[in-house]
């Protein structure tokens, strides 16, 4: 994709559902980018601005003392695809939070993005709405038919059931074509609720089981580019 060696990759994290669990991989991943020495920009395209407020939390800590790197964010709702691919020639990664609910600015995402990331958890019930997903899905292929879709299991217990994936697996089986299981798991651990409170990603805490987990998803991701 010429486009794409102008610009620097564009990952959406997304899903109609809320409460999945994906502002909090999106500012994770920020961090861990930031930490890797990418330019990073987080686009919130959700009005409960939960990427920006941990953002601004983070910009309050770093002049407070703390020295994690920097990163980039912007609000922006309604037809976003434009800016997103435009700001994308600024940044080595964007990375687009947009709201748990079919909307404008999913679209946008679903239409702008290299690769998207929709979090779910393994119970019937949220595998039920990936139909949802995969609807917007497909009425913005059109626009977007380069990009890659990966299934990404979240809020995951600690101690692994037999059985955990195969459903999950069993429904993305049915759509190859147009998606894939991500190779990463995201558990439920209490680092993942605390520590977005200073501003801070699980990277620049002490927790070593959840950082090798996003960090694991950033390589993922760096192997898709
Ligand atoms: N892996 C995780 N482990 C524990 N709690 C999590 C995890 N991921 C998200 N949460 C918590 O679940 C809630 C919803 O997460 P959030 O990222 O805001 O979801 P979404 O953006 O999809 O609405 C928040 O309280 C968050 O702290
Ligand atoms: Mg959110």
Request: glycine share 6%.
């Amino acid at each position: 994709m010429s486009e794409t060696n102008q610009r620097g990759l564009i990952v959406a994290v997304a899903s109609t559902k809320g409460g999945v669990g994906k502002s909090t991989l999106a500012i994770n991943l920020a961090a861990e980018f930031a930490r890797l020495n990418y330019k990073v920009l987080l686009i919130d395209a959700d009005k409960q601005r939960t990427s920006a407020k941990w953002f601004d939390r983070r910009q309050e800590s770093i002049s407070c003392g703390e020295s994690w790197p920097h990163v980039s964010c912007i609000e922006k709702q309604g037809h976003i695809r434009q800016t997103v691919i435009e700001q994308a020639g600024h940044y080595d990664l964007v990375i687009v939070d947009p709201a748990g609910r079919d909307s404008r600015e999913i679209r946008s995402a679903f239409g702008a993005a290299d690769l998207i990331y929709i979090p779910t958890q393994v119970s019937q019930v949220d595998l039920e709405t990936l139909d949802e997903v995969v609807a917007v899905l497909e009425d913005t292929y059109e626009l977007n038919p380069d990009r890659r879709v990966k299934i990404l299991v979240t809020q995951a217990p600690i101690t692994p059931g037999a059985n955990e994936l195969k459903e999950t697996k069993e429904f993305v089986n049915e759509y190859k074509d147009e998606m894939e299981l991500s190779g990463v798991v995201i558990r439920s651990r209490k680092i993942y609720r605390t520590s977005p409170r200073n501003g801070s990603g699980v990277v620049e805490c002490a927790d070593s089981k959840a950082k090798a987990e996003i960090q694991l998803l950033a390589q993922e991701i760096l192997q898709n580019a």
